[in-house]
């Protein structure tokens, strides 16, 4: 069996409503589904669609991380990612780093929205202006097949979690020098240029999970983090404090 198109998202309740928002775009043989990972390639063998449509989300189906997955399971697969709800431009770039063709996003308004997906069913890649905007502002994309070293994974650990650098000197037996120099090499991998942008593609990326967020000692980089990263540290806080006491 054949689709023309299969959209995945977690919000089960709205894919009745992105299959028909897809149908009068004029996209037939619409397909819809909130199966995750190895559901969904078993999924996409089955049908077979022309082109997926997955929904952007952090630490769901739609991270950069799992389109990547998906883009090397099934590399001649034309992947769009639909942004739906609000999604930093920013770091919407690492979904087209990893293997998606295009980029639409609901919240630059209906009329353009609609114009995107017009441009992706007569086989064009469209890229929403925002994003291609943050796009032609980098010289060179990121090497997306670089591994995270162990050392440099700690370090970035710690860095999520708040730790300072003299904490991570103390806390490896390492040097002030390496912390830096393991720093300044993350950076260089993911292209950013603060710790506070580390942290949002560590996140973004999967690097770092939601489980492995303790409770961080320092307030400014708590405040640059996306809401539910906060509310998850608000969680941890007090389970560990209920394990004191």
């Given at each position: 069996?054949?689709?023309?198109v299969?959209?995945?998202?977690r919000?089960t309740?709205?894919l009745?409503?992105?299959?028909?928002?897809?149908e009068?775009?004029?996209?037939r043989?619409?397909?819809?589904t909130?199966?995750?990972?190895d559901?969904?390639?078993?999924l996409?063998?089955?049908?077979?669609?022309?082109?997926?449509?997955?929904?952007?989300?952090?630490?769901?189906?739609?991270?950069?991380?799992?389109?990547?997955?998906?883009?090397?399971?099934f590399?001649r697969?034309?992947?769009t990612?639909?942004?739906?709800?609000?999604?930093?431009?920013?770091?919407?770039?690492?979904f087209?780093?990893?293997?998606?063709?295009?980029?639409?996003?609901?919240?630059?308004?209906?009329?353009?929205f609609?114009?995107?997906?017009?441009?992706?069913?007569?086989g064009e890649?469209?890229?929403?202006?925002?994003?291609k905007?943050?796009i032609?502002?980098i010289?060179?994309?990121?090497?997306c097949k670089?591994?995270?070293?162990?050392?440099?994974?700690?370090?970035?650990f710690?860095?999520?979690?708040?730790y300072?650098?003299?904490?991570?000197?103390?806390?490896?037996?390492?040097?002030?020098?390496?912390v830096?120099y393991?720093?300044k090499?993350?950076?260089?991998?993911?292209?950013?240029?603060?710790?506070?942008?580390?942290?949002?593609v560590?996140?973004?990326?999967d690097?770092?999970?939601?489980?492995?967020l303790?409770?961080?000692?320092n307030?400014?980089?708590?405040?640059?983090?996306p809401?539910?990263?906060r509310?998850?540290?608000?969680?941890?806080?007090?389970l560990?404090?209920?394990c004191?006491?």
């Open positions: 069996m054949r689709a023309g299969l959209f995945v998202s919000h309740k709205l009745p409503w992105y299959k028909t928002l897809l009068e775009a004029g996209y043989d619409v397909h819809v909130d199966k995750d990972k559901g969904l390639n078993m996409i063998n089955e049908l077979n669609p022309r082109r997926i449509f997955i929904t952007s989300n952090f630490y769901s189906i739609g991270t950069p991380y799992m389109v990547g997955l998906l883009h090397d399971m590399p697969k034309n992947i990612v639909a942004s739906m709800e609000e999604f930093p431009d920013e770091m919407a770039v690492w087209i780093f990893h293997g998606a063709g295009s980029y639409v996003n609901f919240l630059d308004g209906f009329e353009e609609k114009n995107g997906l017009k441009h992706i069913l007569y890649d469209y890229i929403a202006p925002a994003v905007e943050v032609d502002g010289d060179e994309f990121p090497d670089l591994k995270v070293e162990k050392r440099q994974k700690e370090i970035l710690m860095l999520c979690n708040g300072t650098k003299k904490k991570m000197q103390n806390e490896l037996q390492i040097s002030e020098y390496t830096h393991h720093l090499e993350l950076m260089s991998i993911f292209h950013v240029h603060s710790r506070e942008d580390l942290i949002k560590a996140f973004c990326l690097i770092i999970t939601k489980k492995q303790r409770f961080h000692e307030r400014d980089l708590i405040a640059s983090l809401e539910w990263a509310a998850q540290i608000t969680m941890n806080r007090r560990v404090n209920d004191k006491n």
